[in-house]
C-alpha cells in the first residue's frame, strides 16, 4: 500500500504571492487533514476534509483554503502570502471511522519558506 | 477540544524503559488518545492508541487509568534511534467534527 505523499517538497515564495501544496492520500483513506508546522513547534491544525467537505477548521484565516477530490488527494492553497506562512506544512489521511478516533498517517511535508 | 499536557523534554540512556505522561483532564466520553513519533523534517508516525486500561503493540505500551485524566507511553529498552518528539493527542472520530490537536510534544534524547 502506498503512503502519503506531498509536493512539492520544497519551494520558496515572496510576500503576496499564492502557493498551492498537493497531497496524495493512503489507499484506502477517505479523510485529509491539513497542518502548519513551524520551526520548533507542534503541528498546528489548518482543517480537514471528510467527503470532499470541509468538516473541521483550527485558527487560520480564510487565505487559508483547501479542496478533497472524488480520489480523496488534497490541495492547500493560501493567498497572500506572509513571512510568518513560513513553515512545513504537512497532509495526513486517515479512515474514518465509526467509533474511535482515526489514525493519521503523515506525509513528509512541503517546506514553504516565504522571503 | 481537549488540552493534553506533556513534560517540555527528558534524557534517557539507551536500553533504558522510558516512560512519558500526558495529561488530559477535559478528555471527552468519545475521545481516544494517540500517541505519535516525529522526528526532524518528517512527517509525525503513529505509535499507539487505546481508550481505557491497558494497550501494548510491538513498540510501545500505553497505560490509561480509570478517569482517563492521564496516559503514560511506555517505550521499553530505548535506543539512540528513539531520540525524537513524542506527540500525546485526544480526539474523536471525524463524524463529530475530530480536529485532532497536537500539543508542544515531548523532547526525548537518549544518550549512548
Known amino acids: 500500500e502506498t503512503g502519503v505523499t506531498q509536493s512539492p517538497t520544497h519551494l520558496i515564495k515572496t510576500r503576496g504571492q499564492q502557493v498551492t501544496l498537493r497531497c496524495s492520500s493512503q489507499?484506502?483513506?477517505?479523510?485529509v487533514s491539513w497542518y502548519q508546522q513551524a520551526l520548533g513547534q507542534g503541528p498546528q491544525f489548518i482543517f480537514q476534509y471528510y467527503r470532499e467537505e470541509e468538516n473541521g477548521r483550527g485558527n487560520f484565516p480564510p487565505r487559508f483554503s483547501g479542496l478533497q477530490f472524488p480520489n480523496y488527494s488534497s490541495e492547500l492553497n493560501v493567498n497572500a502570502l506572509e513571512l510568518d506562512d513560513s513553515a512545513l506544512y504537512l497532509c495526513?489521511?486517515?479512515?474514518?471511522?465509526?467509533?474511535?478516533?482515526?489514525?493519521?498517517?503523515f506525509g513528509a511535508g512541503s517546506r514553504l519558506t516565504v522571503l | 477540544l481537549a488540552k493534553t499536557t506533556q513534560p517540555i523534554s527528558m534524557d534517557s540512556y539507551e536500553g533504558q524503559e522510558v516512560n512519558i505522561t500526558c495529561s488530559h483532564n477535559?478528555?471527552?466520553?468519545?475521545?481516544?488518545i494517540t500517541w505519535y513519533q516525529q522526528f526532524p523534517s518528517q512527517g509525525p508516525r503513529f505509535i499507539i492508541q487505546g481508550y481505557k486500561t491497558k494497550v501494548t503493540n510491538e513498540v510501545a505500551s500505553l497505560f490509561i487509568p480509570a478517569d482517563r485524566k492521564s496516559s503514560t507511553l511506555s517505550l521499553p529498552r530505548v535506543s539512540l534511534s528513539d531520540t525524537a518528539v513524542y506527540y500525546c493527542?485526544?480526539?474523536?472520530?471525524?463524524?463529530?467534527?475530530?480536529?485532532?490537536?497536537f500539543g508542544a510534544g515531548t523532547i526525548l534524547r537518549v544518550k549512548s
Open positions: 493527542l485526544v480526539g474523536d472520530a471525524p463524524e463529530y467534527g475530530n480536529k485532532l490537536v
Open positions: 495526513a489521511s486517515s479512515l474514518a471511522a465509526t467509533t474511535g478516533a482515526n489514525v493519521l498517517t
Open positions: 489507499s484506502g483513506h477517505n479523510t
Open positions: 477535559n478528555i471527552a466520553t468519545n475521545d481516544y
